[in-house]
């Protein structure tokens, strides 16, 4: 094994214990002060929670980083806004700031990486070739990052959901990064993964502590700073598709909601109960289940990412490789068939009221019992008759 791949699992380790090691003293400390979360209708955790175990998780990748990545301007600066963004998030997580300070904060914590070189001044697109931002770079690379910070913050919801999906975006990046000779990001994010899988150990349902809104920013905005150093700032066809593969699940999660609260206008920035672990608990799932099918979704989608750099469906001209490609192409069909089926799934929250109608229209007699007993069947064996 290469000494950097190494140094990139030494890094993941000790991020890993020293997370595992400091977040129960972070939710004992929390509780002390009474810094916990209550059940909501939103929610759905059933009991008071600690809150605060991002400060675990950022003790995690900031030992991880003073001793296995380069202090230069660059790691220095991400160090820093990571910083600065716990401590803007801790607070809100202590006493519920304004959101227009929480996004001050957010866009605060970017600009200092992005001030220091964390940006992406040009990229390629496919058939395009090469896209020069100019002067647009650094704005467009801050707009990019806080967007990736509020998807992760959004995927914050139910026991062991953001913790889980941040460590499996991370190792994908990881893998990618070294890919495209980008060792220190791919250290990072072996960092990410780390802290994330130790923070997880407790997180899990049920979660003796939750990492709050501080642990959540954090993690988006080292998911962010790694995307643009180990992926963005290069040439490959994966540097722009990886990232929005990688955090399909999350992006999508996202737009249902966000399309929801415009439709109902609602303000964007409000929680409410339509995330996809919401949609999922409503049609019957277990939080533990719920987790499982999101964690193999993501799984998937980040699988083809890498597969998208690592299978050599094409030569460096564009020519296709017949074999490969079709290998390449079942992986893509099965990903979209995979995401298109749960999204459907999903909208089964409709399905009981459908299923009334439906069955009472050719019975009125039909009861309250037959019609629970349709709606499990279905759920059960994955068989779902049209909804029309």
Request: net charge negative; charged share 15%.
């Amino acid at each position: 094994m290469a000494s950097q791949e190494l140094d990139a699992l030494l890094a993941a380790a000790a991020a890993c214990a020293v997370t595992v090691a400091l977040t129960p003293v972070v939710g004992r400390v929390a509780r002390h002060f009474g810094l916990l979360d209550e059940p909501r209708d939103r929610g759905l955790s059933q009991r008071m929670t600690p809150l605060l175990g991002g400060l675990a998780i950022f003790a995690g990748v900031v030992v991880a980083m003073l001793v296995w990545l380069p202090m230069d301007a660059t790691y220095r600066s991400i160090l820093v806004g990571a910083t600065i963004i716990t401590l803007v998030w801790a607070t809100d997580d202590i006493i519920d700031l304004h959101p227009a300070l929480k996004l001050a904060g957010q866009v605060a914590a970017v600009t200092v990486p992005v001030a220091n070189g964390v940006r992406v001044s040009d990229f390629t697109l496919p058939f395009v070739h090469r896209v020069d931002l100019g002067d647009l770079g650094a704005p467009l690379t801050i707009v990019g990052m806080v967007l990736i910070i509020n998807v992760v913050n959004f995927s914050d919801g139910v026991d062991g959901l953001a913790a889980g999906v941040c460590a499996i975006a991370a190792s994908s990046f990881a893998v990618i990064a070294f890919d495209l000779d980008k060792a220190d990001a791919a250290i990072l994010a072996a960092i990410i993964a780390g802290a994330a899988l130790g923070f997880l150990v407790h997180n899990f349902h049920p979660a003796s502590v939750f990492m709050g809104d501080c642990g959540s920013n954090l993690l988006g905005l080292l998911l962010g700073a790694i995307i643009v150093e180990g992926s963005l700032k290069t040439n490959a066809l994966i540097a722009l598709i990886g990232p929005l593969v990688v955090l399909a699940v999350p992006f999508l999660d996202t737009c249902f909601v966000v399309a929801e609260r415009l439709k109902y206008r609602r303000p964007v920035y409000r929680g409410d109960s339509n995330h996809f672990h919401h949609r999922f608990h409503r049609i019957g799932f277990s939080q533990r289940r719920t987790v499982l099918y999101l964690y193999g979704w993501t799984l998937t989608m980040a699988g083809v990412a890498v597969a998208l750099r690592f299978i050599p469906y094409s030569d460096s001209g564009g020519n296709l490789h017949a074999g490969w490609a079709l290998l390449m192409g079942a992986l893509l069909l099965f990903a979209i068939g995979t995401s298109a089926y749960l999204v459907y799934v999903l909208e089964i929250v409709k399905l009981r009221r459908l299923r009334s109608w439906q069955l009472r229209r050719t019975d009125p007699d039909t009861s309250e019992h037959d019609i629970d007993a349709a709606v499990e069947q279905e759920l059960e064996t994955g068989e779902f008759t049209a909804l029309s």
